[in-house]
């Protein structure tokens, strides 16, 4: 049986003004005769874009906006993430009952340290020391097992197989250094995505059908396709008010979807659950920080219009910890 792959890619963190935006990547192999349509078919049985409860029948899979919400935590987040993860990872199972460092793993293979890169300005205090946090935080570990048996189970019965899962964490400074040289965050976006794919697709003799989200509006995406894949050239297959498509000229074959609100697509969706819970984890780990200096501040998700409050109440104290701002803010 052959085999091609699909890519779904998709962020988190894009509009606000405090903490990292994140782009994540996911690549799966289906058998070349499964059609897309077929694809979700298939998923919908056992992957559901429903919240987690204890012994339910299904593995949360689905857009993180519908499977998140503040109010009911990152429990469906994290039980649907690490039983997907260890789709990749079987071998290493749950080694410690308590402490799964998930994050740790992920960070690692996605080629980043646990004190993410800047450029040129002091890294970030609340970078520091992340392969310590417990995961999973909310969802026992023998729920996690079985939530990863049951996907294990419907993904061997139809020969699919989630191959990898890559991510892009782009920290405040990396955020402001690349805006200011290209003068737009919507092409930091764009670019950081279409690297991610890119890695995938290098050497890979199969076919390959890419999924991302609309990008800040963006509605041609031929010149960054051709700058992230230069050994290509690509010609437009599709254009309509909710999707653009491109397919490359050469073998083997690449088509890439730009859609409005694709994140519901499976390989889409666990890009968008990934990228939502580790923004989470990681703006934890930036409140908890800022908390330890100002023990009264309310925490933030650091979007525009709290931002600015949280801007107010923290610029002194920055100004003491010789902060700058480049660090901690984000320009647009």
């Known amino acids: 049986m052959t085999n091609r792959i699909l890519i779904g890619a998709d962020e988190a963190g894009y509009g606000p003004n405090l903490g990292p935006l994140l782009i994540v990547a996911t690549a799966w192999s289906i058998p070349e005769a499964m059609g897309t349509e077929a694809f979700s078919e298939i ?101 996690v097992q079985r939530l990863a048996d049951l996907a294990r189970t419907a993904l061997q019965s139809h020969s699919i197989q989630l191959l990898a899962v890559r991510a892009a964490i782009v920290s405040e400074s990396e955020f402001n250094a690349s805006v200011a040289e290209s003068g737009s965050k919507g092409q930091l976006l764009s670019a950081t995505t279409l690297e991610l794919v890119s890695s995938f697709c290098a050497d890979e003799p199969r076919p390959v059908e890419v999924f991302c989200d609309r990008h800040g509006g963006r509605k041609n995406y031929l010149p960054i396709l051709l700058d992230a894949m230069p050994n290509e050239w690509f010609v437009q297959t599709k254009q309509t008010s909710t999707r653009c498509s491109y397919r490359n000229t050469t073998m083997p074959r690449r088509d890439f979807h730009f859609t409005v609100g694709g994140d519901s697509f499976g390989p889409t969706a666990l890009a968008s659950m990934l ?56 320009s647009r």
């Open 43 to 143: 998923l919908q049985p056992t992957f559901r874009m429903e919240p987690w409860s204890q012994g339910c029948k299904h593995v949360p899979l689905g857009d993180s906006k519908q499977l998140y919400q503040p109010s009911s935590g990152l429990a469906s987040l994290e039980a649907g993430l690490i039983a997907m993860l260890l789709q990749i990872d079987a071998h290493q199972a749950l080694v410690c009952p308590t402490d799964l460092q998930i994050f740790r793993q992920f960070v690692m293979k996605s080629n980043c340290s646990s004190k993410i890169p800047t450029h040129g300005d002091p890294p970030a205090p609340w970078y520091e020391n992340l392969e310590q946090w417990p995961v999973p935080t909310v969802v026992p570990v023998a729920e």
């Open 275 to 330: 990228a939502k819970y580790l923004r989470e984890r990681l703006m934890q780990s930036f409140n908890a920080f800022w908390h330890q200096h100002l023990p009264n501040l309310r925490p933030t998700a650091g979007y525009p219009l709290d931002a600015k409050r949280y801007r107010a109440e923290i610029e002194a104290t920055a100004l003491k910890l010789q902060l700058l701002e480049s660090v901690w803010w984000r």
